[in-house]
């Protein structure tokens, strides 16, 4: 399978499994905006808030391909080794749902992080990874010189000014990112072949859910919000409750980021209704392209 696959994958896994749990869990009744998702308080999540109703996840893929490269290129502490289970071969997306909701069964807690290879098809749950490895697997010459004016500018370079709110109402700073958005940025940057991918626990929008992000080596690469826009005319997620899909791509026709004023625009913002979205993943991956 192809890397931007494996975002659609993650897309449909937040849809079906996490906003199904989530507005299962929601309170009803008792929320001041009835068409988003409550705490646990019956309040309205604010963004920048964290939802407790699902997992925060962390993939890095493709630039780690064994467990030995893993090993040697210094991505997980040594005290977390021997918790290191083997790579897991899934056949589709469905059978990756099952991977994930059974290691959710097994408790593995609010978030966790997993390596996963997109041309084998094998994922492997990896307790804790450095924040920063302590080198890398294929830097280039061009790409240790980029690398490192980059890292001169901080983690908030590889992002767009409303990464935290889409009003841009929280101001996206290094010290406010989570620590899987560092780690996403931080290992994409120091190994140019490998892919990050998140489902976000930290709401963004106003329905209370996180994003899913795909980033590479510049930064955040393909993004998909849930928002609740009552207003809104065409395709929904949730029609009822009018939840709305966006979906976003931060790479222009020669896939090249685009900047203003030193931050990440979108190249491609369009909405995604629910029928799209259940298309076969090639095919739909083909048509957002």
Sequence with gaps: MESKEFFWWLVNYHVHENLSESLNA??????SLEGVIARRDGMPFSEGDE???YQGLLFLTDGVRTLRGLDNSGWIPEDGKDELEGFTYVSGMEDFFAYLKHKKAEGEGEGTAYVFNTESQVVMNVPEFINSPRKSLSLTEDLVQKTAVEQSRGLSYALPEDFL???KDVPV?????GTKTRLAIRHTRA????????????????LGMGTVTYFDHNGLREEFILDYRPE???EFIDFERKIVGIYRLYRDENDKPVR??????PCVERFIGMKELTLPVREYSRRVA
């Excluded at 929601?26 to 929320?31: Q, Y």
């Excluded at 190994?191 to 106003?206: C, E, L, P, S």
């Design 232 to 234: 809104h005319k065409g």
């Design 173 to 177: 700073r290094d010290r406010k990112l």
């Design 51 to 53: 939802s407790s109703y």
């Design 260 to 265: 203003q004023n030193g931050w990440l625009v």
């Design 191 to 206: 190994d140019g072949d490998v892919k990050a991918y998140q489902i976000k626990r930290t709401v963004k929008g106003k």
């Design 165 to 167: 709110s889409l009003d």
């Design 26 to 31: 929601s309170p009803k009744g008792v929320s």
